[in-house]
């Protein structure tokens, strides 16, 4: 295929691997916009949006980019800008109030209300194109598809006034319907990000590539924001807990209630499921809506710059156009020189340039909630910025900050018998016949207990900027006898943020069980997945059948 250029708008928003990564797959290559001048010879721009729209302001403003950008596109040459780059396009956003924006579409971007739903809007939507445009070459968006959505603030979808000229789909999340894409002369723009939305996302990216799409001027009836359906999807996604056997080869291994290695007469090795990239990318084809990869002894003897999974991010992510996050080993980190040292956001940044699009933090995290709840107690602030959730949230935005939660239950007689913790009743007695339990945080892949419960620990998280809570269970994991939905349903209720559920899928029906108990926004699996016991496919056709919207494909 014969690679022609794109011109991508360099203002140091982050991560825009995955957005190279998907531009490259279809056949273009990429040059950056890095000067004001660099504006005159671009025929073709991508504007990607990663973090807060004051950040993106300010960087463009810092480069000299707001005026060459304007007369770029009153010139009529055409750009695409995705998710903050599409917000930044509008007069301005709640989030940052003193940032204007660009304006070349009338309206505000407002924050979702999260009294009625989970917030960030995190997940896979469809776009229904509002406008009856008798467009020859309009952008490829499919009403069939569904695409990757992440972010808190989105500009309200009206269907009047000027919005009939510009806003090209809507999407509606819950009580609320917002413009997820704006498509306005040769100007189109998306919400959602097409380089992580799968194949539909990769046919979007090349419509615009590849047609004119100039948009005719005028305004047309649009479809008002009631006659657009529900039909946000419950992620399915497939776990790697990923480590070095013990000779030395990098596997994908799996737990039975975290003890990763075969019992001792089948020779106590490491188990093998497979290779890292491998397996994610058989995923990939096979439906999953985002891959988790757990580093889970985070390798901790060699140099982090030699860690092998930032090269199973830079491969994964070259063939894997859906969202992938890193979990294990963000924290503060030494090299084993003892000199070099990296701070948790450096090596999140790390991840982020090698193709991830999210980090989880475990053992980090409990600590981190331990030290805010101290700062509470002893009638501090309870924010002072040093944590690495804070300061990953603060530059990459807290949809990117996972937390990875490993809890154990511990059974009790009554509430009275752990008066500091949140104590549930449960159905499942314990060994002695217990009613009641509370599930004890532990760090270093559960190898010690905290005196820290989880009611805690999410609620403490959320408070300093988690976007998503990925929620283990030590006692169902590798277990395949279905959720904790006790303690799912608990930390449900507990946080406004997306709960992934996680550990003891064992079929189908367990999946549409915990989303049905709980409301839980995610399900993740991965024992089943790797010894090819339930395919993704199935679980989605279980799912649907049970009446829960899941993404095809
Ligand atoms: O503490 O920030 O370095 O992160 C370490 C990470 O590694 C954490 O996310 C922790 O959950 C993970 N981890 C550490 N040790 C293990 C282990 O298994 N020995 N894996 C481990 C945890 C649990 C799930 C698993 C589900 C689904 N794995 O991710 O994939 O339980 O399994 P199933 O469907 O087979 O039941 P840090």
Redesign the pocket.
């Known amino acids: 295929m014969t690679s022609q250029k794109l011109y991508l708008l360099d203002y140091g928003a982050g991560n825009v691997r995955s957005l190279l990564n998907a531009v490259e797959k279809i056949g273009y290559s990429i040059e950056y916009i890095q000067t004001a001048e660099d504006f005159d010879k671009a025929d073709k721009i991508i504007f990607p949006g990663v973090g807060a729209f004051g950040y993106a302001m300010q960087a463009l403003r810092a480069k000299g980019f707001v005026e060459p950008l304007k007369a770029y596109v009153a010139s009529g040459r055409p750009l695409m800008g995705i998710c903050v780059g599409m917000q930044v396009l509008f007069d301005g956003s709640d989030e940052s109030p003193s940032e204007p924006g660009l304006g070349i579409f009338e309206g505000q971007v407002k924050l979702f209300d999260n009294s009625t739903k989970t917030v960030p809007h995190m997940g896979w939507n469809a776009t229904q194109i509002v406008h009856s445009t008798e467009a020859l070459a309009a952008p490829a968006l499919s009403d069939q598809s569904r695409y990757y959505f992440v972010h808190s603030y989105g500009v309200p979808y009206t269907g009047q006034g000027s919005q009939t000229e510009f806003v090209h789909s809507a999407t509606r999340y819950g009580d609320e319907v917002v413009v997820s894409s704006v498509w306005k002369g040769s100007v189109f723009a998306t919400q959602f990000h097409p380089e992580k939305s799968g194949a539909a996302g990769l046919a979007a990216l090349k419509s615009f590539i590849e047609s004119d799409l100039v948009r005719p001027a005028s305004a047309s009836p649009a479809a008002p924001p009631s006659s657009i359906p529900e039909a946000f999807t419950v992620r399915v996604i497939a776990?790697l807990?990923v480590r070095a056997n013990d000779v030395g080869d990098l596997v994908v291994t799996?737990?039975d209630q975290?003890d990763?290695r075969e019992s001792a007469d089948k020779g106590g090795d490491v188990r093998n499921l497979g290779k890292p990239v491998d397996l994610a990318r058989r995923y990939f084809d096979e439906g999953a809506d985002e891959i988790a990869f757990?580093?889970?002894t985070?390798f901790r003897n060699m140099p982090f710059k030699d860690t092998p999974m930032l090269e199973v991010l830079r491969q994964a992510s070259r063939c894997i156009f859906v969202p992938l996050t890193i979990?294990?080993?963000?924290?503060d980190i030494v090299d084993p020189d003892g000199e070099h040292m990296w701070p948790a956001v450096q090596v999140a940044g790390e991840y982020f340039r090698s193709g991830a699009d999210k980090v989880?933090?475990?053992?980090?995290a409990v600590y981190a909630a331990e030290r805010y709840l101290k700062r509470i107690a002893d009638g501090e602030t309870p924010l002072d910025g040093t944590t690495a959730i804070e300061q990953i949230a603060e530059r990459y935005g807290r949809q990117a900050v996972v937390i990875?939660v490993?809890p154990r239950r511990v059974y009790v007689s009554g509430p009275e018998d752990a008066p500091a913790h949140h104590v549930v009743k449960t159905a499942f007695p314990g060994p002695n016949g217990e009613q009641f339990c509370w599930y004890q945080c532990t760090?270093?892949?559960?190898r010690e207990g905290r005196d820290i419960d989880v009611h805690q620990l999410v609620t403490s998280c959320e408070a300093l900027g988690a976007g998503e809570v990925l929620l283990?269970c030590m006692d169902?994991?590798?277990?395949n006898s279905g959720y904790d939905l006790e303690l799912i349903g608990d930390v449900k209720k507990a946080v406004k943020i997306p709960v992934i559920a996680?550990?003891?899928?064992g079929k189908p029906e367990h999946f549409s069980e915990v989303v049905k108990a709980t409301a839980a926004d995610a399900v993740?699996?991965?024992?089943?997945f790797h010894r090819r016991e339930v395919p993704i496919a199935d679980v989605k056709a279980h799912l649907k059948a049970e009446g829960i919207q899941t993404r095809n494909a």
Do not use: E, H, Q
């Not at 979990?327 to 924290?331: A, E, K, L, Q, T």
């Not at 989880?360 to 980090?364: A, M, P, V």
């Not at 996680?502 to 899928?505: Q, V, Y």
């Open positions: 776990c807990d799996k737990g975290y990763v757990l580093n889970i985070s979990g294990g080993g963000v924290r989880s933090i475990g053992s980090d990875s490993d760090v270093k892949g559960g283990n169902k994991d590798g277990t996680s550990s003891g899928a993740l699996a991965a024992g089943i």
